[in-house]
């Protein structure tokens, strides 16, 4: 089973950066993709950025300038700068992985989850 650990959550000002890391130990890391998705309270889980297993990428509007998503199969994780955070960025971000190597937007695609890492900014 694939295990996924986000890490790199924490407390941050509006304009602040922050960067995301997951970890997902195995020897067919490069053939997963992977995405970025985040739940606030009350909210539901949505989507916020994925990489296909050729490095194609997909954004949500919400975050499409300030957050970029990259991956370094040799490490076996997937990264997510967040540039310019706002509070409405606020949430827990959870890494995903499916086996198919496309990039998806869609949250039930994705067979592989982490536990989340939180990010609050405050304004």
């Known amino acids: 089973q694939v295990q996924l650990v986000e890490s790199g959550g924490g407390l941050v000002q509006a304009g602040d950066s922050l960067r995301l890391s997951c970890v997902a130990p195995?020897?067919?890391?490069?053939?997963?993709?992977l995405g970025w998705f985040r739940q606030a309270p009350g909210k539901e889980r949505e989507f916020v950025a994925s990489?296909?297993?050729?490095?194609?990428?997909l954004y949500a509007d919400s975050v499409k300038g300030r957050f970029t998503i990259s991956r370094d199969n040799a490490k076996n994780t997937v990264y997510l700068q967040m540039n310019s955070l706002k509070p409405e960025d606020t949430a827990v971000y959870y890494c995903?992985?499916?086996?198919?190597?496309?990039?998806?937007?869609?949250?039930?695609?994705?067979?592989?989850w982490g536990q989340g890492t939180q990010i609050t900014c405050s304004s």
């Open positions: 995903a992985a499916t086996g198919t190597g496309w990039g998806t937007t869609v949250r039930n695609e994705y067979a592989y």
């Open positions: 195995g020897r067919t890391f490069s053939s997963y993709a």
């Open positions: 990489i296909s297993r050729s490095a194609n990428t």
